[in-house]
């Protein structure tokens, strides 16, 4: 590891493969910082339909993007100082972000603050493009795979946990269509780093990711 550099650790995958699960708990074991890129583009989303801003509003869009009144406190997320942590994580709001997510002109105006990030003693960043594009030279790079349908049954199964009604048919179809989304934009699309390390959970539960990550972070001496 260069010494002068803080060291950064991205996740990457579509949605629904566990990557918040894994991110928190390696934050947990390193102590570093934690971005969650996902609800940056969340924020945006719900800050674009409170603007009522249309979806093709690139300019519009931009322009919120590059002065996003977002803040991360603890566990919660703060859009213009509302804390709007459960508004941000409904399937429709994922859904927008998933559109607003394919505009070029936004990925570009969220560059540098998700850069920011990366301060001592270091970062764990998750998304879809953090170890392609907004941190290449990240230490460790894990890329996340499931079936949409593996994840679909999750999802369904977290929903029922939380008391809501959820319905597999559909949530298996809103992440396929997400995924379609995800992989086939030009702008920086849902694929693994060249040198990002590859890891299928569908087989695998929490529990098993978390320690194969641990492992990994173990060998590369970045937990000592
Ligand atoms: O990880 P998530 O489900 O909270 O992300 C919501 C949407 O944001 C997802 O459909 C794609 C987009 N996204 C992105 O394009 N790039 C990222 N680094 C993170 C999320």
């Known amino acids: 590891m260069n010494s002068f550099t803080t060291p950064v650790i991205t996740i990457d995958g579509p949605s629904g493969v566990g ?25 945006l989303a719900f800050g674009a339909a409170k603007n009522q801003l249309a979806l093709d509003d690139i300019a519009g869009l931009s322009k919120l993007a590059e002065s996003l009144p977002v803040e991360f406190k603890a566990t919660s997320i703060l859009y213009a100082g509302e804390d709007v942590t459960s508004k941000v994580r409904t399937e429709e709001v994922a859904g927008v972000a998933s559109q607003v ?3 070029p002109e936004v990925r570009a105006a969220l560059l540098q603050r998700q ?4 301060q001592a003693p270091g970062l764990i960043a998750d998304g879809r493009d953090m170890g392609s594009v907004v941190f290449p030279n990240a230490e460790v790079k894990l ?5 949409a349908e593996v994840r679909a049954e999750r999802r369904v199964k977290q929903l029922k946990n939380q008391g809501v009604d959820a319905n597999i048919t559909q949530i298996t179809q809103d992440i396929k269509e997400r ?7 030009s702008a920086s699309p849902l694929k693994p780093a060249e040198d990002a390390i590859i890891i299928d959970t569908s087989d695998l539960d929490v529990n098993q ?7 990994l972070l173990w060998d590369k001496g970045i937990l000592k």
Request: aromatic share 10%; hydrophobic share 35%; charged share 25%.
């Open 19 to 43: 990557k918040g699960t894994i991110a928190q708990y390696l934050t947990c074991k390193t102590g570093y910082h934690l971005l969650d890129s996902g609800a940056i583009y969340r924020a």
């Open 101 to 103: 997510a394919v505009i």
């Open 115 to 118: 850069k920011a990030f990366s």
């Open 143 to 147: 890329f996340l795979t499931a079936s």
């Open 179 to 185: 995924d379609e989304r995800d992989l086939n934009r």
């Open 209 to 215: 990711v978390c320690q194969k990550a641990e492992r």
